[in-house]
């Protein structure tokens, strides 16, 4: 809820009924890389054009509402494991032993299912000349395929390799007026060709790891061979199978006025707007070389710290 050029409050829907609630210093807007553009395009906070295609009378026209989408996108291979191995996977001695595992965990607070599953994992430079971690490596103790929703009999070992910096850039846009239906998200992966050629070095640096000596006597077959001698094959799975490792930011982008993309400014606050702010990993103006969890807490605590200080 917008009066003039102050935010009010907030309008949501209880059930079926619209509420309001009025804010007596400012709002925050915490909705996440997806729900806070799309919440602030629904408040006529956005380009113009696109806020007119839906009859969204404009408040602020602020072109970067949405773009510079940027998220990690995450190449896996999978080997195939025997079933004695600790691995979690569909199998009659698989089965078996989750059910000691249960048992173990009851009584002494150990064993395979303390497992995080995702047991081990690597910051990398794809080369000498690169000077801090340009990829991340994520090893997991399962079979993981299309984000582990197709399930495979059997046992397996999986390998994530992230783009920790990409270059391709996203876009968030409304499907609807209404803020029940969800935003259009795409985030154009591999649009820079740079993010694919690094993801191949990855994909054949992981390869090289698991092919090592010490995984000999349990390595099996892939799940869908790539060979790291085929950089083209290995490209060619990479757009047919990589997605997102869950790290999307950057939608409402924090910058100085000169910056067009720029949606907040370095207290948060949303630029020609009083009393509103944006406070979650939206604001990231590029994604940050690692997992996202943590800094989007550091961002809170410091937006707490701003409007405890009355800034
Ligand atoms: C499957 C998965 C695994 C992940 N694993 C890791 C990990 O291992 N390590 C790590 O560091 N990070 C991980 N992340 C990323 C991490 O969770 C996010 O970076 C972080 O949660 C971002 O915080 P946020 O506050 O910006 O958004 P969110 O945590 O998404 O919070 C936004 C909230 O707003 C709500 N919302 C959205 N729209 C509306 C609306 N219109 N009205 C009301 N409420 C709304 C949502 O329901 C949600 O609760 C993972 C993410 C996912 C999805």
């Given amino acids: ?11 949501y829907y209880h059930g079926n009924h619209l509420e309001q609630v009025r804010a007596r210093r400012e709002v925050l807007v915490a909705a996440g890389a997806f729900g806070s553009p799309q919440l602030l395009m629904l408040s006529g906070i956005g380009a113009t054009h696109e806020l007119q295609k839906f009859g969204i009378p404009v408040v602020k026209d602020l ?51 303390t497992s995080s599953i995702a047991t081990a994992g690597a910051f990398m430079r794809s080369s000498p000349e690169v000077a801090i971690p340009d990829l991340q490596l994520v090893f997991v103790i399962a079979i993981v395929d299309n984000h ?33 239906i969800a935003p259009s998200i795409d985030p154009k992966f591999l649009a820079d060709e740079r993010d694919l050629h690094l993801l191949v070095k990855g ?3 992981q390869q090289r790891i698991i092919e090592s000596k010490p995984f000999d006597s349990i390595r099996g077959k892939m ?22 490792q869950y790290h999307p930011v950057g939608t409402c982008k924090m910058g100085p006025d000169s910056d067009p993309l720029a949606v907040v400014d370095a207290q948060l606050r949303v630029k020609g707007i009083a ?14 070389g690692g997992n996202t969890n943590a800094p989007t807490i550091m ?8 409007i405890r200080s009355g800034q």
């Fill in 203 to 205: 994909g054949q640096m």
């Fill in 1 to 11: 809820m917008i009066e003039g050029k102050r935010a009010r409050g907030v309008a």
């Fill in 148 to 180: 582990a929703r197709t399930m495979h009999l059997g046992h397996g070992i999986s390998c994530h390799v992230d783009v920790l910096r990409p270059y391709s850039r996203g876009v968030v846009t409304l499907n609807s007026p209404d803020p029940r």
């Fill in 223 to 244: 799940l869908y061979p790539a060979s790291l001698d085929d950089p083209e094959g290995m490209a060619r799975d990479i757009r047919n199978r990589a997605d997102t």
């Fill in 299 to 306: 961002i809170a605590e410091k937006a707490a710290e701003l």
């Fill in 63 to 113: 072109w970067g509402v949405g773009k510079n989408l940027q998220d990690h996108i995450d190449y896996v291979q999978t080997w195939r494991v025997p079933s004695h191995t600790d691995t979690i996977g569909v199998s009659l001695r698989g089965s078996a032993k989750l059910a000691n595992a249960m048992l173990q965990w009851r009584g002494k607070r150990s064993g395979l299912i």
């Fill in 275 to 288: 009393g509103l702010r944006v406070v979650d990993a939206s604001i990231m103006p590029t994604l940050i």
